[in-house]
């Protein structure tokens, strides 16, 4: 069965660093998240993306985040300058239509840690 | 706005015990509702979900059956397994398209 991955699965980055979040989505999918978890808490979501574009974004996802599907696979999150306070797991997801009855797919999480 | 809110955990049982996890859900529209599934050290799994109003969804002997009257999607399974052992998170999908996920509950199935 096609799945969602996600590289690398554990990252270590000093606070103020740049750290880039891979995900490769299913391949006939057309909508992509990203969601991230903090330990002990709820999955929160971050930011949704469509035909090369934010569809929607939490006031989590400020100025230092940003995603990009730079070639036909790829789907990446970038934090530009990394707090203590994004230390979490984070997800990705994606799913081939639209609309609330669709369910998306998980991979299986890159966990962020900032020292 | 949108809102899940799931029981506490953990939910410690013995195998072939029935188990019930509560969910309710807070929403303006009609959303979609879903259980995800997460085992130990992997993602997020669909389990199984719901689009409408007295729609029941099953997988794998767990079902949920979406309640608009009291807003509930409730996981019940009649007989669980140690392999059952996981966190479970309740979610709802409304017209934004994105997931609102309730906090988990794990289960813990000792033999």
């Known amino acids: 069965e096609p799945e969602v991955t996600q590289t690398p699965s554990h990252q270590v980055t000093q606070m103020g660093q740049e750290v880039i979040l891979r995900c490769v989505p299913i391949?006939?999918?057309?909508?992509f998240y990203w969601y991230r978890q903090i330990l002990g808490q709820k999955v929160e979501f971050l930011v949704s993306?469509?035909?090369?574009?934010?569809?929607?974004k939490s006031e989590i996802f400020d100025d230092q985040f940003s995603v990009e599907r730079p070639d036909g696979s790829n789907f990446t999150l970038k934090i530009r300058s990394t707090k203590l306070e994004d230390s979490a797991m984070y997800f990705c997801?994606?799913?081939?239509?639209?609309?609330?009855?669709?369910?998306?797919?998980f991979g299986d999480g890159t966990r962020l840690s900032i020292l | 706005g949108d809102s899940v809110t799931q029981m506490e955990g953990p939910v410690t049982l013995s195998e072939e015990a029935f188990l019930t996890i509560n969910c309710t859900y807070t929403a303006t529209g009609y959303p979609s509702l879903f259980w995800y599934v997460q085992y130990p050290g992997e993602g997020l799994q669909l389990l199984l979900k719901a689009t409408k109003a007295d729609d029941k969804g099953s997988n794998k002997g767990f079902e949920a059956t979406y309640r608009k009257e009291t807003t509930s999607f409730h996981l019940e399974k009649g007989s669980v397994q140690v392999s059952d052992s996981a966190v479970y998170f309740c979610a709802l999908s409304d017209n934004t398209d994105k997931l609102i996920f309730g906090t988990g509950t794990r289960l813990q199935v000792f033999p």
């Open positions: 993306f469509y035909n090369n574009e934010i569809s929607e």
């Open positions: 391949s006939n999918h057309l909508y």
């Open positions: 997801a994606s799913k081939n239509q639209g609309g609330p009855n669709q369910p998306q797919h």
